[in-house]
């Protein structure tokens, strides 16, 4: 068996990050007004899947029971479905390989799919999340395996290319997400934008409206902001957003995994 | 002209796969979408090493029985290594799972490739001795099909191949950006050549061998991937002579096709492709990973990944269809 204190230390990451994802929905409001609530999504996913996540690997830290999640998850899968398929609109196919959208649809689906498919009996029909909770002491399995498999590998693709793309050469040093696809000229006068791409930006997160200053093409809204862009500092900045993403995806796989 | 602006009108999020391409801004080139291809395997194994199965004693005999075969001067270490680990189960394992992982993330993360990259390669020569019995290729019991040489010692290939340095000129692939393309082809032709042999060994061709092999994959597979070993078994009934040859004869061509123009060597490359394929979807069971307790996906993905490695250039295509002039302007 997994050893139990690996989970709680996996638990212990998804705890700071739902703690880091409620300080940004608390900071947000300041510099959201009439920009777009949308960009909340993001946090209100990481917030809600970092808090499932803690409980599935320690059963202390159970919150509520296994239907509510899937019914949460159902409705977050749909969303971000909803919002990939009006990236697609704007952008093609491209929405699924640079869009921010189509991450955390995959993550929504992971979820939904591992509370779905655990096959602990105990766990269903009881009040709680008992049987998924304690993985350690009584590993749950997950049907249908090969969805699991899939989730994993697009879990790690994910996580890899948001570290790439953290790590890269951008305006603003240590973070150039090239989040939205967009012709190359236009990735070149993105700094020059400014604050029209900064607003979706600020939130880490690319919104289906975002567009550029003449709201003719979409803007990529993370690439090149930071620090310089005025907004988005602290605990605001894009690079905080998707680190918690990327801890999400690897901490994901790794539960997938070991349920299979 | 900045990078980003001579790329034109290419979508900036699009890689290409050739070497040297276009880096924009949050578009890595060729090299470096490999690198994080590997850098995902690495991420992989190392999730895959935190299952269950790796803390029990079925982990440490897996170790010891790689021993089996090999001389004594390979079996010693290995023994000796599985014993340290079956004494120190829970914390060598975990170990051994968070250095895989941290390999993945150093390599995905753009200013710790090099080291992660080093580290790979001295850990992959580490896990192929200690961990895989150095392939098993010395004791003849050997089937390509079923992971020959060791998938490990392909990350350290990959590695060494992937590593981000340029040699000046233009490269005709990726893979001969850092060692060369003498040396890249001379590596390809090697490993080829060396699993069209394993695939003529008697433990390949005997007339149910590979079979067997197949058959024997189903264990604790989903019903259409148990279906897929059986399907495959059946076809190579009594027949592991004849598929033994027909693997090795593409094997042959995969190898020597390494040297030829880039239209010829794409062709090669999309039969390495599918070769790698169809091992891994009937030989090697996706890794096993559906089943559980596997400690990599095994050796298909990495060939596939290195034959990617290989995939000409636009420069080199050019070099071979247009006149020098032509190559000038494109290469520009």
Not at chain 1, 193 to 208: D, I, L, M, Q
Not at chain 1, 228 to 254: E, H, K, N, Y
Not at chain 2, 68 to 74: A, D, F, L
Not at chain 2, 208 to 234: I, K
Request: proline share 6%; aromatic share 8%; hydrophobic share 55%.
């Amino acid at each position: 068996m997994t050893p139990s204190w690996l989970l709680d230390i996996f638990a212990a990451i998804m705890l700071v990050v739902a703690a880091v994802s409620a300080a940004r929905l608390v900071a947000a409001p300041a510099w959201r007004v009439g920009r777009g609530a949308a960009l909340a999504d993001i946090d209100v996913a990481h917030l809600l899947m970092a808090i499932a996540m803690a409980g599935m690997l320690a059963t202390s830290l159970q919150t509520l029971p296994n239907g509510a999640w899937e019914v949460v998850f159902a409705v977050m899968t749909a969303w971000f479905g909803y919002r990939v398929v009006r990236d697609a609109q704007l952008s093609g196919f491209r929405a699924l390989a640079g869009g921010h959208c189509a991450p955390h649809l995959i993550h929504a689906a992971s979820m939904l799919y591992m509370f779905a498919a655990l096959d602990m009996p105990v766990a269903h029909g009881s009040g709680g999340m008992a049987g998924m909770g304690g993985m350690g002491g009584s590993m749950g399995t997950l049907e249908y395996p090969t969805l699991a498999f899939v989730f994993t590998l697009l879990l790690i693709g994910y996580s890899t290319w948001d570290l790439d793309q953290l790590s890269g050469p951008g305006a603003g040093g240590h973070y150039s997400l090239a989040t939205r696809p967009t012709p190359a000229p236009v990735l070149a006068g993105v700094a020059a934008a400014g604050a029209a791409g900064a607003e979706a930006a600020s939130a880490g997160a690319a919104g289906p409206d975002a567009s550029g200053p003449d709201g003719a093409d979409p803007v990529p809204p993370a690439v090149g902001s930071g620090p310089a862009d005025g907004q988005g500092r602290g605990v605001l900045a894009p690079w905080v957003a998707i680190s918690c993403r990327i801890a999400m995806g690897v901490t994901m796989a790794f539960m997938l995994v070991i349920m299979i | 002209m900045s990078d980003i602006a001579a790329a034109g009108v290419r979508p900036a999020w699009r890689g290409s796969l050739s070497a040297g391409a276009g880096a924009a801004r949050g578009a890595p080139d060729a090299r470096r979408l490999l690198q994080l291809v590997l850098a995902g395997i690495w991420l992989l194994d190392g999730i895959l090493q935190y299952q269950g199965f790796m803390y029990t004693k079925g982990f440490s005999d897996m170790l010891a029985g790689t021993a089996s075969g090999n001389p004594g001067v390979i079996a010693r270490p290995i023994t000796w290594d599985a014993t340290l680990v079956q004494h120190h189960l829970v914390l060598l394992n975990s170990v051994f799972a968070t250095i895989q992982l941290l390999l993945g993330l150093g390599i995905a993360w753009r200013p710790t490739v090099r080291p992660a990259l080093a580290a790979s390669v001295a850990w992959s020569l580490g896990v192929w001795w200690f961990g895989e019995g150095l392939g098993m290729v010395l004791t003849g019991d050997i089937n390509l099909v079923s992971g020959a040489p060791g998938a490990v010692i392909l990350y350290a290939l990959l590695a060494v191949l992937l590593w981000p340095s340029d040699r000046g000129s233009p490269a005709p692939f990726a893979a001969a950006r850092a060692v060369g393309a003498p040396a890249a082809r001379a590596l390809w032709l090697v490993l080829w050549l060396s699993l069209a042999y394993f695939a003529l060994l008697p433990s390949s061709r005997a007339p149910q061998g590979l079979h067997d092999m197949l058959a024997g994959m189903e264990d604790g597979e989903p019903g259409w991937v148990a279906g897929l070993a059986r399907g495959g078994a059946a076809v190579v009934a009594h027949q592991g002579l004849a598929a033994s040859i027909v693997l090795a004869i593409a094997l042959v061509i995969i190898a020597v096709g390494v040297y030829l123009p880039p239209p010829a060597l794409r062709a090669t490359l999309v039969l390495a492709l599918v070769v790698a394929a169809v091992i891994w979807a009937f030989g090697e069971a996706f890794g096993e990973i559906m089943a559980g307790g596997a400690t990599d996906p095994n050796s298909a993905p990495l060939l596939a990944l290195l034959a990617l490695c290989y995939w000409p250039a636009r420069t080199a295509v050019a070099a071979a269809v247009l006149p020098a002039a032509g190559e000038g302007a494109i290469a520009s």
